[in-house]
């Protein structure tokens, strides 16, 4: 998919009657790593990364020139006359804020397109932990106002710039581009053009250079690991979204192209893009809250060296975009509907699905799939279904091994209310009603004992006598619209056998330091009732292919298990889940152990540690008293990035009764332990 659309400049958004400098305040700068300096023309950042090279970022204070006058390293120039850039697109939310199947261009209102108004009359810095932030005022983008922050890392090059912005309109959906517009003295050449020298992966993962076309453009780029570097001055320069908060969720993880870049007398463009649709109406967008303060950031990283290090410099913080194997741990990922079933039968039980790559490509120790999702013939009360369990069972079997584990499961849609998954520890054959006159329960020569369900005493009573467990998917969102609030008192939903509640992030709202608020509140609500429920981190994607963003859209589960075990041994997985034994992550932070007990009558002992890329932002214990949930939230603000250490904390939480662990970083990647009871034996 490409896009071409022609480049906005923005020389002339700050005229004449904007020419004012801009008043430098550094009273909240303290001490530390990273200092400050300034004078008349400009604010100087100033810091060393761990290679002990010395970098410094000069912003201008007069409003009439590129806000950053340069980066440098070692007192070489990469970066030049820099310009932040931003655009927005918003629309109207209609089903509420939890809504997934409400696509704003079909309002009846339409959409809007914002180009950036940034008119800085006072710069604010401040140290906050070891960091610092360099704010800017005079940030506008239509109906969003406020500032533009950049935030600063010692013991690395890493930069974070933002707009912060907030808007009074109700109901407000909305996406952005971001990106920064450059250039360096010593890449001119004659006429006062320059050969820019672009790099990036093409979805095969292979290291692609180009020269761009001289125009003034911004071209769509399908690059894998969602980053582009440029060549510039004595280094090079990338730029990257955070890798999972700008991915709002959608339910394929096509590559639309999320990047972009520019080339143009003398000056070099990068940035990332979304785009209003996958050509189908499931594309939500993100959500911004009235005077909800909305994040809409990108990474840069300059290098001292050439662009093939600095882009592997980047993948570093994804580990490559792949799930780390972790000594004790086994990857688990449910909620795929591949329609794997009704391709193995036409192909043939020895064909290699392209998913199974993929998921290990990725670092998926074990997948779960839930054919019959609008393939196959769930609903058939004729041989027609029982064939196809049958076949299902026969080829999760096949593709699974010492290496990775596929297992059969469904996304019901019936009885129990909502959308909720269903697994069995071994082959069950049942059907989703009964003609007049058949049995609950018979016996047949083939399948052997076989099911007809008519309603949800029916399907507990099968589940129940099998060994199986269920979890709703995608709560109070999609088909669980609602749910799993309308079963809370029901016998089943109580049951043990009902693990919990499936954890995504969606929707998106940037003014949060969390992914997935809505699958927390769920379970914080259950638990509160006095449940003993878990969550279970899911994808709920359709198809995959190699070429797809998947590492972006995707959660895992690492279970504390000392082995994968064998598709006859499956059910092992399920009851790690049911213990809550392990943590769920975006991938970016791990949690190799944790602990959360009793210390006296109302405080709690929390111990991690914890791994991390990205510098932390925040930990925090939630709990809940059985009426209202808290948050105890532990700056982490001085924490490096590329950090593994461990960490204790006593937290007073009075009258608990469970509670849960949580880490955030400054991307907001996250990792999260499922909640310990108080009541526990």
């Excluded at 912060?164 to 109700?170: G, H, N, W």
């Excluded at 943590?583 to 540690?609: C, N, Y």
Aim: charged fraction near 20%.
């Amino acid at each position: 998919m490409k896009r071409f659309v022609p480049m906005l400049l923005l020389a002339g958004s700050i005229g004449c009657a904007y020419a004012a400098p801009i008043k430098a305040d550094l009273s909240a700068v303290k001490p530390g790593p990273i200092s400050v300096v300034s004078s008349d023309q400009s604010l100087n950042v100033i810091w060393s990364d761990g290679a002990n090279h010395h970098w410094q970022t000069v912003f201008s204070l007069d409003s009439t020139k590129p806000l950053i006058t340069s980066i440098s390293v070692d007192g070489r120039n990469v970066v030049q006359l820099a310009k932040p850039y931003y655009r927005c697109t918003t629309g109207k939310r209609r089903g509420g804020w939890d809504a997934f199947f409400d696509f704003p261009p079909a309002a009846p209102d339409g959409t809007r397109q914002f180009l950036q108004e940034f008119h800085p009359t006072i710069a604010v810095a401040q140290t906050v932990g070891n960091r610092v932030e360099v704010t800017f005022d005079g940030m506008k983008l239509g109906i969003f106002g406020g500032s533009l922050r950049y935030t600063f890392y010692p013991g690395t090059p890493l930069i974070q710039q933002a707009a912060v912005v907030s808007t009074k309109e109700p109901d407000t959906a909305y996406y952005y581009d971001a990106g920064l517009e450059m250039t360096a003295d010593q890449d001119r050449t004659s006429g006062g053009n320059m050969a820019s020298h672009i790099f990036y992966y093409n979805t095969d993962s292979k290291l692609q250079e180009i020269t761009p076309p001289y125009g003034s453009d911004r071209h769509s780029l399908t690059a894998h690991y969602r980053v582009v570097a440029a060549k510039m001055g004595a280094g090079s320069i990338a730029v990257f979204p955070p890798p999972h908060r700008y991915l709002f969720a959608r339910d394929y993880t096509t590559n639309q192209g999320y990047l972009w870049y520019s080339s143009w007398r003398g000056r070099v463009g990068l940035g990332v893009h979304q785009y209003p649709d996958d050509d189908t109406t499931i594309d939500p967008w993100m959500n911004a809250p009235p005077e909800s303060n909305q994040e809409m950031g990108l990474f840069l990283l300059p290098g001292a060296e050439g662009s093939s290090v600095t882009l592997k410099d980047v993948l570093a913080y994804t580990h490559d975009d792949r799930f780390v194997h972790l000594d004790g741990f086994v990857t688990f990922e449910p909620h795929w509907h591949l329609a794997y079933t009704v391709q193995v039968m036409e192909k043939g039980i020895d064909w290699q699905p392209p998913f199974k790559a993929v998921m290990k490509a990725v670092g998926i120790d074990s997948a779960m799939i839930m054919d019959f999702h609008g393939d196959g013939h769930a609903g058939d009360l004729t041989d027609v279904r029982l064939h196809e369990l049958d076949e299902y069972y026969k080829a999760c079997r096949a593709q699974s091994g010492g290496d990775f584990l596929l297992i059969p499961s469904e996304e019901a849609d019936i009885y129990l209310g909502g959308h909720w998954g269903l697994v069995f520890p071994h082959p069950v054959y049942w059907q989703q009603d009964r003609k007049p006159g058949q049995p609950f329960e018979s016996a047949d020569e083939k399948y052997g004992k076989i099911y007809r369900i008519n309603n949800a005493e029916d399907m507990w009573k099968m589940i129940k006598a099998e060994g199986g467990v269920a979890y709703q998917t995608h709560p109070r969102t999609k088909g669980s619209t609602g749910y799993p609030d309308k079963i809370l008192e029901t016998p089943y939903f109580r049951d043990s056998s009902y693990l919990g509640t499936g954890w995504k992030a969606m929707p998106s709202d940037l003014s949060s330091p969390r992914l997935g608020e809505r699958a927390f509140k769920t379970i914080d609500d259950v638990n509160n009732l006095g449940l003993h429920k878990h969550m279970i981190g899911e994808v709920d994607l359709f198809q995959i292919s190699s070429a797809d963003e998947l590492y972006g859209h995707m959660n895992i589960n690492y279970l504390r298990l000392p082995e994968l075990p064998s598709f006859d041994h499956y059910d092992s997985i399920m009851k790690s889940i049911q213990k809550g034994d392990g943590f769920i992550t975006t991938g970016e932070i791990l949690l190799p152990s944790t602990s959360m007990s009793a210390e006296g009558d109302r405080s709690v002992r929390v111990k991690a540690r914890i791994s991390s890329t990205f510098p932390l932002r925040i930990a925090e214990l939630v709990w809940g008293d059985g009426v209202n949930t808290h948050h105890q939230l532990i700056d982490l603000n001085s924490t490096p990035a590329f950090d593994d250490h461990e960490y204790s904390w006593l937290v007073d939480t009075p009258g608990w009764r469970w509670a849960r662990f949580a880490v955030w970083d400054v991307a907001g990647d996250g990792a999260f332990t499922n909640p310990v009871w108080r009541d526990s034996k």
